[in-house]
C-alpha cells in the first residue's frame, strides 16, 4: 500500500528550533544579529522487503537507494534585536529534498526529470521579555513536539515501511513516525511560552485547525499544550514532558471530538541515556494528525517508543524500539506497527558525523490479513552548520 499521495509533503524536518546547535554569526552589532544555520545528508539504503497481500499472496523484492535520511535538508536564518527589556526575533527555514532523481519513474519520456521539494516549515517571529515568549507565525506543533525532538534516530534514518510507500518515495524515511509517535506537523499558530520556574516551563498555542473535509466546520481552533520539566545532578541530567491536543469537527451534521496526549521521560548518566515516550489518541491518526475520520467509527491510536543510547567521545550507539496500535479504522483497518533497530554515529569532525544504521519493520494489519516485514541497512553522512 501507497500512501504517498496522502502524505507526501511529510518531510520529517525538525533540525533547528528543533534549531541547529551549530549556526555562523553572520552580522552582530549593538542588539541587532543575523545568522544562518543549515544541514545536509544523504544516505545508502539497502532494504529486503517481504510483503503479504489480502489475498494472503507473499511477495519478496530488494532495493538500493541512495536519498536523504529522517531529516531533509534545510538552511535557515535567524534575525534578532534586542530592545531595552525586550527581544524581537525571526525565523525562516526552507527545506530541500534531494530524493527526486526518479520522482516521475511512471511518466511519459518527455516529463522524466527531477523535481526538487522546496518547503517553508517555519517562518515565524517571537518576543521576549521577564514574562514570556510569544510565537506568531508558523512553526512546528507542541503535541509530540517533545517525543521526536528527543528521538535518538533524529540525525539517522530511521524506518522505512513500504506501507507507506517510503522505500521508494520522493521524501524523508520515517524515524520513528508511526512506530512510536506521530509527527507535529508545522501550523499556523499564536503560542505562549513562559519562563521556567523551578524546572518547569509549559506552552500553550492556538493552532490553525487541520480540516476533516473540504466542508467541514471547526468553529474553535486546534488547541495544544506541553508542559517541560528540567532538572540536573552530579553527572548527569533528568528530563520529562507532557503534551495535548484538542479539537472538534463538524460534516453534515456529524461532530467528531479529536484529542491525543503525549509523554515521556529521558534520564542520562556516565555517557548514557534512557528514554522512555509514548502518545494516545482518538480521532487523529498514526501519522501526523491529519488523517482525521469524522463518522460512526473513530481512529484511536496507542504508542510507545523506548531507546537506549551510549556515548564514548565522539562515538555513540544506540538502541531503539517503538510501536504503535491503530484500532477501528476505515482506511486502513487495525493495525500494529514496529520498529527495532541498531545505529552508530561517530563524530569525525564538529559539524560532521558518519552513521551506520539497521531497522526492522513491521507492519500488521490485522482485518485484511496484509502484512511487511523490512529489513534496511543505511550508511551515510550528515554534516552541520
Known sequence: MNTLTKYGLLSVAIATSFSAAAKIDIYENDGLSFSADGLVNAFYSNSSIETT???????DRDQSRVRMGFLPNNVGFNFSNQLSDMKIEMRSSFWVSINDSDNNRDASPADLGTGSLIDVRQFYATVKADWG?????????????????????????GQTSDFFGLVDGGNVTFGNISTGYTYPFPKAQITYRSPEFNGFKIAVGLMDPNKVSSD??????????????????????????????????????????????????????????????????KGLGHVAGLDQLVGPEVIETDGMLFQ????????????????TEVENTNSILDAEHTNTGFAYFNTLRPGLTAVFEYNHTEADVTNSLAGEDNDTISVGAVVTF
Open 53 to 59: 497481500d489480502a489475498a494472503g499472496v507473499g511477495t
Open 308 to 323: 537506549v543510547s551510549h556515548t564514548m567521545d565522539d562515538h555513540r550507539f544506540v538502541v531503539t524500539h517503538g510501536r
Open 133 to 157: 515568549e510569544v510565537l506568531i507565525g508558523k512553526d512546528f506543533g507542541l503535541f509530540n513536539r517533545a517525543n521526536i525532538l528527543n528521538d535518538e534516530l533524529l540525525l539517522g534514518f
Open 216 to 281: 467541514s466546520s471547526e468553529d474553535l481552533p486546534r488547541f495544544e499544550a506541553e508542559l517541560m520539566y528540567n532538572s540536573t545532578f552530579d553527572s548527569g541530567s533528568f528530563m520529562a514532558w507532557l503534551s495535548g491536543v484538542s479539537q472538534s469537527s463538524e460534516v453534515d451534521g456529524i461532530e467528531q471530538d479529536q484529542s491525543g496526549v503525549g509523554y515521556g521521560a529521558k534520564v542520562k548518566f556516565a555517557g548514557l541515556a534512557l528514554s522512555a515516550s509514548g502518545y494516545s489518541t
